[in-house]
């Protein structure tokens, strides 16, 4: 099997997904499930239907024509406001968009129409991480436009916290939510079909909510995956964090000093860390390094010690040595999965059980 790889359990993809989906059922809130990290994986997108994920969404229209390609026919939203330049491609491939400005919805609506669909808008709301979104005073304006355009129907609001700024989901911002949901359907007599309240980022929220308002979906990607949430990257209780791997290969195994000799000056990718002399070590080397991976993501397997990653290597200490061609495999942390995802290098292998 060619290295370095990503092993993506997806039978452990698929029963995170149904433990969220079961557990938020019983708020009555449904999951749109996330395929960003994975490039739009038709394997895992498959799992998250099975698993009873009310439907899809990725940030790239690119990953949505993957689902479309492999005959995967689910419900999807594009997560990202269109570029003008991808409104066609848009309406085609994903059944609805995220969206804040109204030249957009504009430009959507005429692509649309030109296509002969229907397209979905939720309407984006800012509610004070920063990012994306539509101030609450203006929502009613621009819910106005969508509504008198041809060729979009407004299917719901909704928002995004903690990705930008790490504002935490809570009872005032999701209250904030419902009102705006609640204020929408009463100043134009309609009825929004998705309160789409965040991320992984919000199960906190739920966890302790006694109530939780309007809110009836949320759009889940790293807890499925990864089985933890985002705000202090707890594990969930009941879900796999272990579904998946990053595999690499051992390129050089040698005795070697702790200390680097001669004139230092700056290393690759800046100030190399203080060396501390602990005598010889067994150092490692596999084939991976920051044109793979973020390497300041990665945990190691018991016994291995990360002491430095350049592009192409990363440096271990391991307690004896690895033959070069074995493989040593790490646990990602989001960013590092993501960045593995998106390497030319890294291939991704869907397994039904991860390497050690
Ligand atoms: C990426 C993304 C999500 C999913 O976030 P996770 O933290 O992976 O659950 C949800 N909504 C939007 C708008 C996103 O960009």
Not at 30 to 41: D, E, Q, R, W, Y
Not at 299 to 324: F, K, M
């Amino acid at each position: 099997m060619s290295a370095p790889r990503v092993e993506l359990d997806i039978g452990k993809v698929r029963d995170n997904a149904s433990a969220l989906v079961e557990l938020l059922g019983r708020s009555k809130i449904s999951i749109t499930a996330v395929t960003k990290a994975t490039l739009g994986l038709p394997e895992v997108a498959v799992a998250l239907i099975e698993a009873g994920a009310a439907g899809l969404a990725d940030s790239r229209i690119e990953n949505i024509e993957r689902l479309r390609d492999a005959g995967i026919d689910a419900h999807v939203l594009l997560l990202r406001s269109p570029m003008l330049s991808q409104v066609d491609r848009i309406v085609r491939s994903a059944d609805g968009s995220c969206n804040t400005e109204p030249s957009v919805l504009r430009a959507l609506a005429d692509a649309a129409t030109a296509a002969g669909v229907t397209h979905g808008v939720m309407l984006m709301v800012e509610l004070g991480d920063l990012r994306e979104g539509i101030l609450p005073k203006d929502l009613p304006a621009i819910a106005e436009t969508t509504l008198s355009l041809p060729g979009l129907t407004l299917t719901g609001i909704g928002t995004n916290l903690a990705c930008r700024s790490g504002i935490v989901p809570d009872e005032r911002n999701m209250h904030e939510l419902s009102e705006l949901a609640d204020r929408i359907e009463t100043s134009f007599g309609i009825t929004l079909d998705v309160v789409s309240g965040g991320n992984s980022a919000n199960l906190e929220w739920l966890a302790a909510a006694p109530d939780t308002g309007r809110v009836n979906n949320l759009r889940l990607g790293e807890s499925i995956l990864l089985g933890c949430e985002p705000l202090h990257r707890r594990s969930l209780p009941g879900l796999h964090t272990d579904g998946a791997a990053i595999v690499a290969e051992v390129i050089e195994s040698k005795r070697k000093p702790t200390m680097p000799s001669g004139t230092a000056a700056q290393a690759a990718f800046g100030d190399p860390e203080l060396a501390v002399d602990r005598g010889e070590i067994w150092q490692t080397i596999v084939a991976l390094g920051r044109q793979d991976t973020d390497p300041d993501g990665l945990t190691p397997p018991p016994g291995v010690t990360i002491l430095g990653a350049s592009s192409d290597h990363l440096v271990l200490e391991t307690t004896g040595r690895v033959p070069p061609g074995e493989t040593i495999s790490f646990r990602p942390s989001y960013g590092s999965f993501v960045q593995a995802m998106t390497s030319p290098f890294v291939a991704c292998k869907p397994v039904t059980s991860v390497s050690g």
